[in-house]
């Protein structure tokens, strides 16, 4: 037990230093946020009235700001404004540590959450909160609202610790179609769901990116697969594209139109050892041969994952196209600057 206590804590050591080497940090969002008990929908709206709402500092448990008992629904909010000399940055939330749930909007979309609301609760109270933004939802030089919609369980509640405050992410690559966001799941394994429409009562919503576990799949250990749909526009016929993946764990098969476009490591459970230990930390990048995307027509993206170890899924972004002439000038940059 003691050792598997140090090995967590070197594995959370080196997940803060990755983290610190990725981001620079903007503006904190510590201090003062409206706060409200209770659960309405309409709380994310950006025209929503909030002035007669209470005031709660963040991070702090709400018990310790005079909500001492409560377990159950509430909702923060705030405005902020976002300069337009950050304009060309990739820009990531940065909430924390939340108990135990979690849901997060963005000038009224949402853009992530962690854990699983009731009836089929599912803590996430030890996961670090990182939210990107998508950048056509980011109102430059004006108010921007973010709304967090929480649920505790039990004991303390709501923005509890953590830096809360938005990043930018210091060598960004920057799709020209972003698919972060809500994807279709369903655990277990068969290739012909590379040709599933999704529809079906097996797939369920999932946060893209974001690990598994944090959202409702705690203790899945082997296959799972992901179904995204997209309408290709005039972007496309620009150059050819890369299909990003960001970072998978542990293994993967990513599928476009049910036309397999590439993998990192073997799927067989007879391969695993020599193949997930270093895989997890690569950056999925496929490019997609010509004439499998129609333009203007809905295509559709399958990833088939396979995790052995801790945490597993599309863990971390970006996630969709670049044009390959953009994709090779981001590797050469980073060369040169390093």
Same mark, same amino acid.
């Given at each position: 037990?003691?050792?598997?206590?140090?090995?967590?804590?070197?594995?959370?050591?080196?997940?803060?230093?990755?983290?610190?080497?990725?981001?620079?940090?903007?503006?904190?969002?510590?201090?003062?946020?409206?706060?409200?008990?209770?659960?309405?929908?309409?709380?994310?709206?950006?025209?929503?009235?909030?002035?007669?709402?209470?005031?709660?500092?963040?991070?702090?448990?709400?018990?310790?700001?005079?909500?001492?008992?409560?377990?159950?629904?509430?909702?923060?909010?705030?405005?902020?404004?976002?300069?337009?000399?950050?304009?060309?940055?990739?820009?990531?939330?940065?909430?924390?540590?939340?108990?135990?749930?979690?849901?997060?909007?963005?000038?009224?979309?949402?853009?992530?959450?962690?854990?699983?609301?009731?009836?089929?609760?599912?803590?996430?109270?030890?996961?670090?909160?990182?939210?990107?933004?998508?950048?056509?939802?980011? !109102?430059?030089?004006?108010?921007? %609202?973010? &709304?967090?919609? /929480?649920? *505790?369980?039990?004991? $303390?509640? +709501?923005?509890?610790?953590?830096?809360?405050?938005?990043?930018?992410?210091?060598?960004?690559?920057?799709?020209?179609?972003?698919?972060?966001?809500?994807?279709?799941?369903?655990?277990?394994?068969?290739?012909?769901?590379?040709?599933?429409?999704?529809?079906?009562?097996?797939?369920?919503?999932?946060?893209?990116?974001?690990?598994?576990?944090?959202?409702?799949?705690?203790?899945?250990?082997?296959?799972?697969?992901?179904?995204?749909?997209?309408?290709?526009?005039?972007?496309?016929?620009?150059?050819?594209?890369?299909?990003?993946?960001?970072?998978?764990?542990?293994?993967?098969?990513?599928?476009?139109?049910?036309?397999?476009?590439?993998?990192?490591?073997?799927?067989?459970?007879?391969?695993?050892?020599?193949?997930? !230990?270093?895989?997890?930390?690569? %950056?999925? &990048?496929?490019? /997609?041969? *010509?004439?499998?995307? $129609?333009? +203007?027509?809905?295509?559709?993206?399958?990833?088939?994952?396979?995790?052995?170890?801790?945490?597993?899924?599309?863990?971390?972004?970006?996630?969709?196209?670049?044009?390959?002439?953009?994709?090779?000038?981001?590797?050469?940059?980073?060369?040169?600057?390093?």
């Amino acid at each position: 037990m003691r050792k598997l206590k140090i090995l967590l804590s070197l594995i959370l050591l080196i997940s803060f230093s990755l983290t610190s080497q990725k981001y620079r940090s903007l503006i904190s969002l510590n201090g003062k946020w409206k706060f409200s008990l209770g659960d309405m929908p309409q709380w994310n709206a950006i025209d929503f009235d909030d002035s007669d709402w209470d005031q709660i500092y963040v991070p702090s448990s709400w018990e310790m700001q005079g909500f001492n008992g409560y377990n159950g629904y509430a909702w923060y909010r705030k405005q902020i404004t976002i300069p337009s000399s950050i304009k060309n940055n990739v820009l990531v939330l940065e909430l924390g540590y939340i108990d135990d749930v979690d849901e997060v909007f963005f000038n009224g979309k949402r853009i992530g959450g962690s854990g699983q609301f009731p009836p089929n609760f599912s803590t996430a109270y030890k996961a670090r909160r990182l939210y990107a933004i998508p950048e056509n939802l980011i !109102n430059y030089e004006g108010d921007n %609202l973010i &709304a967090i919609r /929480v649920y *505790d369980d039990r004991m $303390e509640g +709501g923005i509890i610790r953590g830096d809360v405050r938005l990043l930018a992410e210091k060598v960004p690559l920057k799709t020209f179609l972003n698919l972060q966001g809500e994807w279709n799941f369903r655990t277990g394994d068969n290739i012909n769901w590379r040709f599933d429409t999704g529809e079906e009562a097996e797939w369920h919503k999932i946060y893209v990116p974001g690990t598994w576990e944090d959202q409702g799949y705690k203790h899945l250990d082997g296959y799972a697969w992901y179904q995204k749909t997209f309408i290709a526009d005039d972007d496309f016929n620009k150059d050819r594209v890369v299909l990003l993946m960001g970072k998978v764990d542990d293994l993967d098969e990513v599928f476009v139109n049910g036309v397999k476009i590439g993998q990192t490591g073997f799927m067989e459970p007879e391969n695993r050892q020599a193949e997930y !230990n270093l895989a997890y930390q690569q %950056l999925r &990048a496929y490019l /997609v041969p *010509d004439g499998i995307i $129609e333009i +203007g027509k809905k295509n559709t993206i399958h990833v088939r994952v396979s995790d052995f170890y801790l945490e597993g899924g599309i863990i971390e972004g970006p996630v969709g196209f670049i044009l390959q002439n953009d994709y090779i000038s981001y590797w050469r940059n980073k060369k040169k600057n390093k």
